[in-house]
């Protein structure tokens, strides 16, 4: 059915939900992209400025979000979890990369990094 309460072809309906699936999917690769890019920018501060890149209460502080986001919103508090530490593994790599080099072997494209030991 659609929005006018009205029957559909099932494929028509259905192709209409893959263009939205697509539509989100790329608005969150879109999120993706821009929180690694704020975290090679977190990286290059640490660097500058001789900071550890390990901040384990902070990475604390985003899991407890992101469960208590899973909690009010009917998500899978596991799923969110291990999509959070994918998303934290990768931004440790990141940051490492940059402090360790001084963004030398990644010209600022933290994509092209080999992967580095995932911190828990």
């Known amino acids: 059915m659609n929005d006018n309460n009205t029957v559909t072809d099932p494929e028509t309906a259905l192709e209409a939900l893959r263009v939205e699936l697509d539509r989100v999917d790329r608005a969150l690769l879109d999120d993706v992209r821009d929180r690694l890019a704020l975290c090679t920018r977190v990286a290059e501060l640490k660097q ?3 900071i550890a890149v390990l ?11 992101a469960r208590d986001y899973a909690e009010r919103h009917g998500l899978s508090a596991e799923f969110v979890r291990e999509l959070y530490d ?3 593994g990768e931004a440790c ?11 030398a072997t990644t010209g600022g494209d933290p ?3 080999a992967p580095a030991e995932r911190r828990s």
């Open 86 to 88: 994918l998303l934290i």
């Open 111 to 113: 994509s092209v990094a």
């Open 55 to 65: 901040q384990p209460g902070r990475m604390q502080l985003v899991q407890r979000r």
């Open 93 to 103: 790599r990141v940051e490492d990369l940059i402090v360790a080099d001084g963004d």
């Open 48 to 50: 500058q400025h001789d």
